[in-house]
């Protein structure tokens, strides 16, 4: 027997916080090596695309994978769980809201270890599928006084302003462009599918910390080089990863004359001794991919919570 989670399961499932517990206890066992992650791989047919990306969490005993797919305008996200002992499936999950919220875990989690501590104000460039998760999780781990968002189509600015104010009770104003809501944030969010640069390294204020979260092709990049120029540390989720996916480091490190040795992944910072900031002046950057053991730890919070409280629907499997 296996459970089916639905979206909106899994909304009741999976709050902010406990998704940024386990995306932090995910970093810990890629320190530990005790956690398996495969990068992406994806198919594109001249009518849609095809992504698939699987990791484990030994200690855990889960094992899972993710597959997506994109076309018309439409994706759609199933997560599957497996035990990592026995092999049995656990779980088949509708994973959109489920990757919206701990891609926001993780920036979450950097935004812990690498924002200055009195960091109080974010600067959030798009206003999309991810960049609600991505203001709720950095609520979560500062007090946040005030943000400034932009995105080019003025109505869904506005509307995003208003709605995720009542939700954070926190003050949120619509920025007149990109350059203005970097340059007003401690915590810079980029959020976005934009092939070129949305961020300059020029806006940003000493100390600043930026999570990029979107572009996650070759051909794809919100930072410039001045940017990555003026970042004293930059972090990724896994470098085999970002060999592939981050175009803001593929195409920018090599123009600025950066080796690939000088980026850390984020399992180092949160470790005793690991790569940090040196000073409240310091640029830092978490330039996000989204890998797959994040999903399976919190696929397998969601799992255990909905056998707790009875949730989900139960599906026969395999004959079983």
Same mark, same amino acid.
């Given at each position: 027997?296996?459970? /089916? ?7 009741? *499932? *999976?709050?902010? @916080? #406990? ?9 810990? &066992? ?6 398996? $992650? ?15 990306? +699987?990791?484990? *969490? =030994? ?21 599957? *769980? ?19 919220? #701990? ?14 501590? $009195?960091?109080? %104000? =974010? ?16 609520? +979560? ?8 968002? /932009? ?10 302003? &208003? ?23 401690? !915590? ?22 930026? $999570? ?13 080089? +001045?940017?990555?120029?003026?970042? #004293? ?27 690939? @040795? ?14 940090? %900031?040196?000073? @409240?002046? @310091?640029?830092? !950057? /978490? ?5 797959? !053991? ?9 799992? %255990?919570?909905?056998? %707790? ?12």
């Amino acid at each position: 027997m296996a459970l /089916f989670l639905s979206e909106v399961d899994v909304q009741e *499932l *999976l709050p902010m @916080d #406990r998704a940024i517990e386990c995306v932090e206890a995910s970093f810990t &066992a890629q320190h530990n090596r005790s956690a398996v $992650n495969h990068p992406r791989q994806r198919i594109f047919l001249s009518h849609l695309s095809f992504h698939y990306m +699987a990791g484990a *969490l =030994v200690e855990k005993e889960l094992v899972g994978m993710k597959v997506y797919t994109a076309g018309a305008g439409e994706v759609q996200f199933l997560v599957l *769980l497996f035990d990592g002992d026995k092999g049995d499936l656990l779980a088949i999950i509708e994973a959109d809201h489920l990757g919206r919220i #701990r891609t926001g875990a993780a920036s979450g989690v950097a935004t812990k270890y690498l924002a200055r501590k $009195n960091a109080s %104000r =974010v600067g959030l460039v798009g206003t999309g599928r991810q960049a609600r998760t991505q203001l709720e999780a950095i609520a +979560a781990v500062r007090k946040i006084e005030a943000a400034k968002v /932009f995105s080019r189509d003025k109505d869904r600015r506005l509307e995003f302003c &208003a709605s995720m104010m009542r939700r954070l009770n926190l003050r949120i104003d619509p920025a007149e462009s990109a350059e203005e809501a970097v340059r007003f944030g401690d !915590i810079v969010v980029t959020a976005t599918s934009s092939r070129n640069p949305v961020v300059s390294g020029e806006w940003l204020q000493p100390g600043a910390h930026v $999570n990029a979260i979107g572009a996650n092709m070759a051909n794809r990049r919100e930072m410039d080089n +001045a940017a990555l120029n003026r970042a #004293r540390l930059i972090t990724v989720d896994a470098i085999d990863q970002a060999h592939d996916e981050a175009g803001d480091l593929i195409q920018g490190l090599p123009a600025i004359g950066r080796s690939w @040795d000088t980026v850390a992944e984020f399992h180092e910072v949160i470790t005793p001794g690991g790569p940090r %900031r040196d000073s @409240d002046e @310091d640029i830092t !950057i /978490f330039k996000s991919c989204g890998i797959a !053991i994040w999903d399976v730890a919190v696929a397998g919070f969601a799992y %255990r919570e909905a056998l %707790r409280k009875g949730k989900g629907s139960v599906m026969r499997i395999w004959g079983k």
